[in-house]
Nanobody, 130 residues
């Protein structure tokens, strides 16, 4: 059984920062296999579709971001802790959304914007007040 659990969301003022975490668990993930998976963050604002935010390769050497978050958000991972992070800074009200963690098995050492992911977490709400 594979599970991704997000945490770290909440209410933050515009201009503030928050760090999201995503912990992987289950037989598929282990500290020896975590780097087999590329990981990503998506978000879904009220009444809108789920959109790509950022992705990171298995080793962490390659990252990709949607233009709207470049320079403000940073994706990182700690494979030994089975955890992926999204550090969000200079937050804007339009960043308000449910943020989802996603994973996909991949042999590639690079990631690009978007892509297909087949393992999903339940999401964590981030609300940015103006």
């Amino acid at each position: 059984q594979v599970q991704l659990v997000e945490s770290g969301g909440g209410l933050v003022q515009a201009g503030g920062s928050v760090r999201l975490s995503c912990v992987a668990s289950g037989r598929t993930f282990s500290y020896t296999r975590m780097d087999w998976f590329r990981m990503a963050w998506f978000r879904q604002a009220p009444g809108k579709e789920r959109d790509f935010v950022a992705a990171i390769s298995g080793s962490g050497g390659s990252t990709a971001y949607v233009n709207s978050v470049k320079g403000r958000f940073t994706i990182s991972r700690d494979n030994a802790r089975l955890t992926v992070y999204l550090q969000m800074s200079s937050l804007k009200p339009e960043d308000t959304a449910i943020y989802f963690c996603a994973a996909a098995r991949s042999a590639s050492t690079t990631v690009e914007v978007g892509g297909t992911f087949d393992i999903w977490g339940q999401g964590t709400q981030v609300t940015v007040s103006s």
